[in-house]
């Protein structure tokens, strides 16, 4: 199956700071998406992006799909960005899901 | 927005119980979605249904069994119980194959 790379593995930010979080996948998708899985175990999608670039406050996304990564910037981090980030591809008919980034930041 | 509910959030069972876990959408999504979630392990997908009365395996079927009667229910059951089924169980929901995911806020199954 379709491998689901992320990096890096855990993130530990200075309020305030910018970040860069990567998600490699070996094969072509169909469809690619960024969650933010909050303390509390729920998943909230930040980002559709088979492609192109989109932008939403203080995240970014973008999606190369024929070098076959994407990309999550967050801009002027705050604590409430805390969580773990989750790239999932679509290949067809479901989402793989990458092992995430843990991002801390610290006030 | 879509709503993705899921009817626990917390659920202790004993083993050998039989276990149901439901989630409903309302907003007319085709396809709904159960997965599982370890750490180290990631999100597994367990099964999976695009239509009413349909469903398909996902990559950890074992154990688990799923109902779709009616288009904005889906639920999962574990006929009986085990520990190394004591998981995070996260359902979701979709328009179409070519569409983003909508997550529900998850279930912390503990089986004692």
């Known amino acids: 199956g379709i491998q689901v790379e992320q990096s890096p593995p855990d993130l530990i930010l200075q309020e305030g700071a910018n970040s860069t979080l990567r998600c490699n996948f070996s094969d072509s998708v169909n469809n690619l998406q960024w969650f933010h899985q909050n303390p509390w175990g729920q998943l909230i999608n930040l980002f559709y992006?088979?492609?192109g670039t989109k932008q939403n406050g203080r995240l970014s996304a973008t999606t190369v799909a024929t070098e076959r990564y994407s990309l999550l910037y967050i801009s002027s981090s705050q604590t409430t960005d805390s969580g773990v980030y989750f790239c999932a591809v679509d290949t067809g008919n479901q989402f793989y899901f990458g092992t995430g980034t843990s991002l801390t930041v610290i006030p | 927005d879509v709503k993705v509910t899921q009817s626990s959030r917390y659920l202790v069972k004993r083993t050998g119980e039989k276990v149901f876990l439901e989630c409903v959408q309302d907003?007319?999504?085709?396809?709904m979605f159960w997965y599982r979630q370890d750490p180290g392990l990631g999100l597994r997908l367990i099964y999976f249904s695009y239509d009413v009365k349909m469903k398909e395996k996902g990559d950890i079927p074992e154990g688990y069994s799923v109902s779709r009667e009616k288009k904005e229910r889906f639920s999962l059951i574990l006929e009986s119980a085990s520990t190394n089924q004591t998981s995070m169980y996260l359902c979701?929901?979709?328009?179409?194959?070519?569409?983003?995911?909508?997550f529900g806020s998850g279930t912390r199954l503990t089986v004692v």
């Open positions: 979701a929901s979709s328009p179409s194959s070519t569409a983003g995911y909508t």
């Open positions: 907003m007319d999504h085709e396809n």
């Open positions: 992006i088979p492609s």
